[in-house]
């Protein structure tokens, strides 16, 4: 049995309690679950193919691949992407959680991830065997530390921070990759959703790639953009042999999105008018909150894109003698009213900060901004 850490997000249950005692109500701002109807389209997809008696395929319809394919080339810069190197997964973290032991990783190996990130990156390392290691920019490491590094993370926007890497940087990171042999694996389910970044580069453009993907993955979740958190659907595609080897694993695991479920993937890939209205119903919630953020004392930080604000106290706004921790934030925040992620969760260098979603719906979100703004 693998010892792992306490899930984070059970430490959260007092401050829930102690939200839920508002006069309003608690408002939740903490996961970032999506909380807009599903697209009707979608819907309508998923209701078409409810008759599945047969197996899926592991590798996902050719169809399915096809839009996959046509929507880097449309909303990612990626031209010619081959159908044959996509591959459907059951959402996104399912395969950030198991890509290290997929790829082969164990004992001695090294993962590196962003020094504020995600926590399933520590996880999939800790799952594999293998080291996870908190780094804010790989082309520092030294050459006795990249010997041992397997695998990178890229998070770009990034959670919980909104930080977006150039293109300059991620081909480095690239090239540096392909000179040590280590794959690159790029999260990248914020995409849809630029705010003040000019733009958001994926792994597979060729401006950072080249002239292949080899050693490159991108990941991408339509949960935040189509709100399909529910169905969990999502996709990787890159490097031929990767995705491959990948495919062949999966096939032995039965880690086989389901029929009904590559319909709905599919359909969601080819509408943008549906996800122009979900950004657009994002953009508004944070022009509410992010201000009445700022007129409860706190500093929004980075955060030019994705579905977060990553915030910290202001001393001087505050009368403070130093920053807050953590968790004094998320009690005065939820003493509020309002239920806020904990910096601490994304890394030990994430002290001192909150993530607040804007997942709510707008009524709740203007309950809010007006408890911030008194």
């Not at 959670?159 to 040590?180: C, H, Y």
Request: net charge negative; charged share 20%.
């Amino acid at each position: 049995m693998l010892s792992l850490p306490d899930y984070p997000w059970d430490a959260m249950e007092p401050y829930r309690e102690l939200a839920d005692q508002h006069p309003g109500g608690a408002v939740n701002l903490s996961i970032g679950t999506p909380v807009d109807p599903t697209p009707q389209v979608v819907r309508q997809a998923l209701v078409a193919a409810a008759d599945a008696p047969g197996y899926p395929t592991t590798h996902g319809t050719l169809g399915l691949r096809t839009a996959i394919a046509a929507w880097f080339a449309r909303r990612r810069g990626v031209p010619d992407l081959d159908p044959e190197n996509v591959l459907p997964t059951i959402g996104s973290k399912e395969l950030v959680a198991w890509l290290p032991t997929l790829l082969g990783l164990g004992a001695g190996d090294v993962v590196i991830r962003p020094t504020i990130a995600y926590p399933t990156y520590d996880m999939g390392a800790m799952i594999a065997g293998a080291e996870a290691l908190a780094v804010e920019d790989v082309l520092q490491c030294d050459e006795q530390t990249l010997s041992k590094v397997k695998l990178i993370w890229l998070n770009s926007p990034a959670n919980p921070t909104g930080r977006v890497d150039s293109a300059d940087w991620m081909r480095q990171v690239v090239e540096l990759a392909r000179r040590i042999g280590a794959v690159v694996a790029s999260d990248e389910c914020y995409a849809e959703l630029p705010w003040e970044a000019d733009e958001v580069p994926s792994i597979l453009d060729p401006r950072v790639a080249g002239a292949s993907h080899e050693n490159l993955l991108a990941v991408y979740s339509v949960s935040k953009q189509s709100n399909l958190a529910g169905y969990r659907a999502a996709f990787t595609a890159g490097c031929p042999q990767l995705i491959a080897g990948l495919l062949k694993t999966r096939k032995h695991a039965g880690m086989i999105m389901p029929s009904p479920v590559q319909q709905a993937l599919r359909a969601a890939l080819e509408d943008d008018e549906h996800v122009q209205a979900q950004r657009e119903r994002y953009r508004r919630r944070r022009h509410i909150l992010r201000p009445a953020l700022e007129a409860a004392g706190l500093t929004v930080e980075h955060s030019v894109a994705g579905l977060y604000l990553w915030c910290r106290a202001d001393p001087s706004a505050e009368g403070a003698d130093g920053p807050f921790d953590t968790w004094v934030l998320v009690q005065r925040m939820a003493e509020r009213g309002v239920l806020v992620g904990p910096g601490v969760f994304y890394g030990t260098a994430g002290d001192g900060f909150i993530r607040v979603a804007l997942t709510a719906p707008d009524e709740r979100i203007e309950a809010a901004a007006q408890r911030l703004r008194n």
